[in-house]
């Protein structure tokens, strides 16, 4: 029992921050159409500044999420201005390239500065538990990094439900050329909705950092997570994206004990390949004609 | 004239020792195994300025594999038909080095493996594939007799990543344990990479092992430690095999990699020749400590570039040269033998060390030991 809920608690903890990640992931496709393949190397963008504000700054990584939030916005609102804008209208696989293209450059860059090397960022409470009783713990940073993904998941549906620009941002994934015609300024929505998008996957990245390592190619990985969970959940489904990431948490973590550690993605893709079976669209999306 | 043709006789017969041998050189440079392919570039380097001092000219062609089985099967394909070198040192990886040790055969080229584990390479009966390191068998065998002479442990639980290297370790190990009478209470594998693993080792921990036996890369060596600690996971000892934890990487992070044991191929207070004035002279050019891995590489390009000197740049003889010889440098004596199904495999004499305040101590055999080993592990603080 003690094993099943150690399991479903860290299951659920490390699927929050897998939500954040496709959340991020699951705006920049909302509203443009332009699946991100640069997602995760965004995030390991966001790991690499929560890195350096911690070893020259000496601020705490959580703290950090602060500067790193604001930062990796900017960053994300240039990549669009700059680069995606230019392709919104283009084949899909040139925005692939595109987006393959600045994921590359991105982490040879980093390579190049930081060197391949091994990071790992160790704060005072990087193994630090919280004992729940019946031989149950709670990892300390992975429940405040839970606890902070919560928090900015619950900001994110207010600002997309109850602000003007969330709403245009919303019309805008409904249909460009309709809130185009409706005096919506796309071209801004869709910097400011890439820039959330940039912003969501750093913070994601400056979260797992006390607890994760850190090194230029670690990207990819959580590419393919973000993938799976934005997919799972609905293409373009904030809501879904959510459900998707504490999803795949809880599968993986929960077939890494049932069924064996090294199975645990081939459950995770079986378990996706049903929903798209059963539901093409994926479990909150809508299918579109 | 005659005067003028022996002194062309001369300069022709001498050209084959004052020419550059070509020799080849396999690692991963790029890709997640860089850290530790860094160790063996740094070794490289060290032994070529080497080799100059002694008169030995050698030509390095370097290729990157990025720890990618096929770019190094493709780099070695390069380096025996297209460079023509005399032999190859490298690659890092097991499953890198499995894969170009048939290519070596299959051209005929003397293929001398620094740093790889997987015990299948050497078991082949492959004649031109050198070893230098001791193969995946010798890491779970000296661990488990360490811990075997320190306590009495009764159950042993493996984890381990899904890798050759990681697999055919704990193997062995499983194989070993079960002469030993330690009953095997878990046996898991991840993949590499993984944010958590707290529900396996939750796992681990509710079966109440005495040993953990881990084989993993560097870092997630640390996040292992990291959780076992979370989850409360207390054995009599932590077994570390191989790469990920004999880093200083590993020993830096304290509150977790300490008492833990490991063992290695080399340290730099071993009294093999030239073992220390290695160590310093590594520290003083790279500025970092060197790994097992670098003392491998820098003895096996020593032993390479020598041997395909004498043997004047053939391929044949090099071979040949190689299967003969005996040297004594950093890594102890060398010799490539033939023994318990192996060929071509140096018996190398591992040392079982234990992170102790932070350092690496080596803890047996004791003709080697610095320090005595603390156990059983000492609770979690």
């Given at each position: 029992m003690a094993v099943f809920l150690q399991s479903l608690i860290s299951g659920i903890l490390i699927g929050g921050v897998y939500a954040l990640i496709g959340i991020g992931l699951t705006l920049i496709f909302g509203v443009m159409r332009v699946i991100n393949f640069a997602h995760g190397d965004i995030l390991m963008v966001g790991m690499y500044l929560t890195y350096m504000i911690f070893t020259l700054l000496g601020i705490d990584p959580f703290v950090s999420v602060l500067i790193t939030f604001p930062l990796m916005f900017l960053f994300g609102g240039f990549l669009q201005k700059v680069f995606i804008n230019r392709v919104l209208d283009a084949l899909a696989q040139n925005q692939i390239l595109l987006t393959i293209g600045l994921g590359l450059i991105m982490s040879n860059t980093v390579m190049l500065i930081f060197t391949s090397d091994y990071k790992i960022l160790s704060t005072s409470y990087s193994s630090a538990t919280i004992k729940v009783?019946?031989?149950?713990?709670?990892?300390?940073?992975?429940?405040?990094?839970?606890?902070?993904?919560?928090?900015?998941?619950?900001?994110?549906?207010?600002?997309?439900?109850?602000?003007?620009?969330?709403?245009?941002?919303?019309?805008?994934?409904?249909?460009?050329?309709?809130?185009?015609?409706?005096?919506?300024?796309?071209?801004?929505?869709?910097?400011?909705?890439?820039?959330?998008?940039?912003?969501?996957?750093?913070?994601?990245?400056?979260?797992?950092?006390?607890?994760?390592?850190?090194?230029?190619?670690?990207?990819?990985?959580?590419t393919l997570k973000a993938f799976v969970i934005t997919v799972l959940g609905g293409m373009g489904s904030v809501v879904g994206a959510t459900l998707g990431g504490v999803l795949i948490g809880i599968t993986e973590s929960m077939s890494a004990v049932y069924i064996s550690s090294g199975w645990k993605d081939v459950v995770v893709f079986v378990l996706f390949l049903l929903v798209l079976l059963f539901k093409p669209s994926g479990l909150m999306g809508k299918s579109r004609t | 004239m005659r005067k003028h043709l022996l002194a062309l006789g001369a300069a022709l017969a001498l050209t084959p020792c004052l020419m550059a041998q070509k020799i080849g050189v396999i690692n991963s440079m790029s890709g997640p195994e860089a850290p530790i392919g860094e160790n063996i570039t740094n070794g490289i380097k060290l032994a070529e300025e080497d080799l100059k001092k002694k008169g030995v000219n050698v030509q390095l062609v370097w290729e990157d594999?990025?720890?990618?089985?096929?770019?190094?099967?493709?780099?070695?394909?390069?380096?025996?038909?297209?460079?023509?070198?005399?032999?190859?040192?490298?690659?890092?990886?097991?499953?890198?080095?499995?894969?170009?040790?048939?290519?070596?055969?299959?051209?005929?080229?003397?293929?001398?493996?620094?740093?790889?584990?997987?015990?299948?390479?050497?078991?082949?009966?492959?004649?031109?594939?050198?070893?230098?390191?001791?193969?995946?068998?010798?890491?779970?065998?000296?661990?488990?007799?360490?811990?075997?002479?320190?306590?009495?442990?009764?159950?042993?639980?493996?984890i381990y990543e899904n890798t050759d290297f990681g697999t055919s370790t704990s193997k062995t190990a499983?194989?070993?344990?079960?002469?030993?009478?330690?009953?095997?209470?878990?046996?898991?594998?991840?993949?590499?990479?993984?944010?958590?693993?707290?529900?396996?080792?939750?796992?681990?921990?509710?079966?109440?092992?005495?040993?953990?036996?881990?084989?993993?890369?560097?870092?997630?060596?640390?996040?292992?430690?990291?959780?076992?600690?979370?989850?409360?996971?207390?054995?009599?000892?932590?077994?570390?095999?191989?790469?990920?934890?004999?880093?200083?990487?590993?020993?830096?992070?304290?509150?977790?990699?300490?008492?833990?044991?490991?063992?290695?191929?080399?340290?730099?207070?071993?009294?093999?020749?030239?073992?220390?004035?290695?160590?310093?002279?590594?520290?003083?050019?790279?500025?970092?400590?060197?790994?097992?891995?670098?003392?491998?590489?820098?003895?096996?390009?020593?032993?390479?570039?020598?041997?395909?000197?004498?043997?004047?740049?053939?391929?044949?003889?090099?071979?040949?040269?190689?299967?003969?010889?005996?040297?004594?440098?950093?890594?102890?004596?060398?010799?490539?033998?033939?023994?318990?199904?192996?060929?071509?495999?140096?018996?190398?004499?591992?040392?079982?060390?234990?992170?102790?305040?932070?350092?690496?101590?080596?803890?047996?055999?004791?003709?080697?030991?610095?320090?005595?080993?603390?156990?059983?592990?000492?609770?979690?603080?």
């Open positions: 009783g019946g031989g149950v713990s709670v990892s300390t940073p992975l429940l405040i990094s839970f606890l902070i993904t919560a928090a900015i998941t619950a900001a994110l549906y207010w600002f997309l439900l109850k602000t003007d620009t969330g709403q245009a941002i919303r019309a805008t994934a409904q249909d460009r050329d309709a809130a185009q015609l409706m005096g919506i300024n796309v071209k801004r929505m869709s910097i400011i909705a890439f820039g959330l998008g940039s912003a969501l996957a750093g913070t994601a990245g400056a979260l797992i950092s006390p607890t994760y390592y850190i090194f230029p190619q670690v990207g990819s990985v959580f | 594999d990025t720890g990618k089985p096929q770019i190094s099967m493709s780099a070695m394909e390069k380096l025996a038909t297209r460079e023509n070198v005399v032999g190859v040192v490298g690659p890092y990886t097991s499953a890198c080095s499995n894969a170009v040790a048939k290519l070596a055969e299959k051209y005929k080229v003397p293929l001398l493996i620094p740093a790889a584990a997987k015990e299948e390479i050497t078991r082949q009966g492959l004649t031109h594939v050198f070893r230098m390191n001791a193969p995946a068998d010798k890491y779970a065998s000296s661990l488990i007799d360490a811990a075997a002479s320190l306590g009495k442990p009764k159950t042993i639980a493996f499983k194989d070993y344990v079960a002469t030993k009478g330690i009953q095997v209470v878990a046996d898991v594998s991840y993949p590499k990479g993984s944010a958590d693993y707290r529900s396996t080792l939750a796992q681990i921990k509710s079966k109440n092992p005495d040993l953990v036996f881990m084989v993993s890369y560097v870092a997630d060596a640390i996040l292992l430690m990291r959780q076992s600690r979370e989850v409360g996971l207390q054995p009599q000892a932590f077994l570390g095999a191989g790469a990920g934890f004999t880093t200083v990487e590993f020993a830096k992070e304290r509150a977790i990699s300490d008492n833990v044991i490991s063992c290695t191929q080399w340290t730099d207070d071993v009294n093999w020749p030239g073992a220390k004035d290695f160590g310093a002279r590594y520290k003083a050019k790279f500025g970092k400590e060197p790994t097992y891995h670098a003392a491998c590489a820098y003895a096996s390009m020593i032993i390479m570039a020598e041997t395909a000197k004498a043997s004047g740049g053939d391929r044949t003889k090099t071979r040949a040269a190689l299967k003969s010889g005996k040297w004594n440098g950093v890594m102890g004596e060398v010799k490539f033998a033939d023994y318990d199904g192996f060929t071509n495999q140096n018996n190398h004499q591992m040392l079982v060390q234990q992170i102790i305040a932070g350092k690496y101590e080596t803890v047996l055999p004791a003709q080697f030991a610095t320090k005595k080993a603390i156990y059983p592990f000492p609770k979690w603080k």
